[in-house]
């Protein structure tokens, strides 16, 4: 019997431990994951700052009926360096320090100018207290308090926190190094014209830019036909220059399906081969010394759902992510969608209206099956039809169709 999507991603993940960490420039790490926490070498604002325009003030001004005198002014990066006198007020810009003196910053809309002094209104007086429209020192991030902990992505937000607490070197998980290996004699080059049982090779290069998305590095990438001991040199060379090899095509069971049985003279281990899913049943996952390798079905939507899926996890985890799982929400179908009674069925959707709208092509072997694609519909086994409106689980893929 073979193993659900669940067990077969659960079985891969254990193989897919993080990999070593290296060191890194902060200006170099952003999308890598973090292999130990960052806390804040300072406080984050370093001093109390104005969180408006307008004008600081003393407990002494708030008990003032006059106009309250103007002796100053503390814009961003420049503080006030005078002298405070107890019942006065200082001009502050947003993001401007507040004087150590000052009770709470007043918006300039709620005073009267008049010269160099200036009038609250009765709704400032009553509203004024201690710390108002300020922002504390520390009240980001305080000296010496993590920030960002091990397996953090650093995406764009996360990267610029870590600088702004200066953290000016990092340690990150390495990238996975990755090999793509496209098998069959039917495979032409990107350009040529195919002639009749031959097709371009494309698998591949979609799985570059999946592979990209994923954070992981590309480091070769070949194309070998259906010749057993081509085959043989080129996954042994392969499982030297990378931590995860991808095969597409000949995963099969066909007389010309060599991947499995040239892996097998290889002495892989098997952790598994076939998973209860459409598309991409064929799927086999082994491990060749310390690489691990998946064999990934030949037909476009096979190749970009097993990938989705099974492989896209299991690098996030070597790259360090503590829960890399893709995405899922629950959407309404925007139509009917088809399943099968013994296995998982992924149905190629776009998101329109916030529905779950199925593409119209689904055969695994189209392209345009998967171009536009957004979302992948998760039909359960032994659900035979699932109609328009049916609530399901759906797994989220970045526009266009990548992961």
């Known amino acids: 019997m073979l193993p659900s999507l669940d067990d077969a991603l659960a079985r891969a993940r254990a193989a897919a431990s993080p990999l070593p960490s290296e060191p890194v420039a902060w200006d170099t790490a952003r999308g890598r994951v973090l292999a130990t926490a960052i806390t804040a070498a300072w406080d984050l604002p370093v001093a109390a700052v104005s969180v408006m325009d307008g004008y600081a003030i003393d407990a002494a001004a708030v008990r003032r009926d006059a106009a309250i005198a103007v002796v100053g002014e503390s814009r961003a990066g420049q503080p006030f360096a005078g002298a405070w006198t107890p019942g006065t007020a200082v001009r502050i810009a947003t993001g401007a320090v507040v004087p150590d003196a000052a009770l709470c910053v007043v ?5 009267a100018r008049e010269r160099d002094a200036i009038v609250l ?3 400032a007086r009553q509203q004024a207290a201690a710390g108002r429209h300020v922002r504390p020192a520390g009240a980001d991030a305080r000296a010496g308090a993590m920030v960002l902990p091990a397996g953090t992505v650093l995406g764009p937000a996360e990267h610029a926190l870590a600088g702004a607490v ?29 002639a009749a049982g031959q097709v371009p090779s494309t698998s591949g290069t979609m799985l570059r830019g999946l592979l990209e998305h994923a954070g992981a590095e590309l480091v070769a990438q070949w194309e070998v036909g259906d010749d057993a001991e081509a085959l043989r040199r080129t996954l042994r060379d392969a499982q030297t220059a990378a931590d995860v090899v991808l095969t597409t095509g ?5 007389d010309h399906d060599l991947v499995r049985s040239t ?7 098997e952790l598994l081969w076939g998973i209860a899913m459409r598309p991409g049943k064929p799927t086999g996952v082994v491990t060749l010394a310390s690489t691990l390798l998946f064999a990934l079905p030949g037909n476009p939507a096979s190749t970009l759902v097993a990938f989705a899926v099974l492989v896209r996890p299991c690098l996030r985890a070597l790259a360090g992510v503590h829960e890399p799982a893709l995405p899922q929400l629950e959407l309404a179908l925007g139509g009917e969608v088809e399943g099968e009674r013994g296995r998982e069925h992924f149905v190629r959707a776009r998101l329109h209206e916030g529905l779950a709208l199925p593409l119209p092509d689904q055969r695994s072997g189209n392209l345009r099956s998967i171009a536009g694609a957004e ?7 032994g659900t035979t039809r699932l109609p328009a409106g049916a609530r399901c689980r759906c797994l989220l893929l970045p526009s266009g169709g990548s992961c």
């Open 375 to 381: 979302l992948l519909v998760r039909v359960p086994a």
């Open 263 to 269: 892996l097998a003279s290889l002495q892989a281990r």
């Open 107 to 111: 918006p300039q809309e709620d005073v």
């Open 121 to 123: 209104s009765h709704d």
């Open 250 to 254: 000949g995963a099969s069971v066909g």
């Open 166 to 194: 200066g953290a000016v070197a990092l340690q990150v998980h390495r990238r996975p190094r990755v090999v793509v290996v496209s098998t069959g004699d039917e495979l032409v080059a990107v350009g040529s014209t195919p």
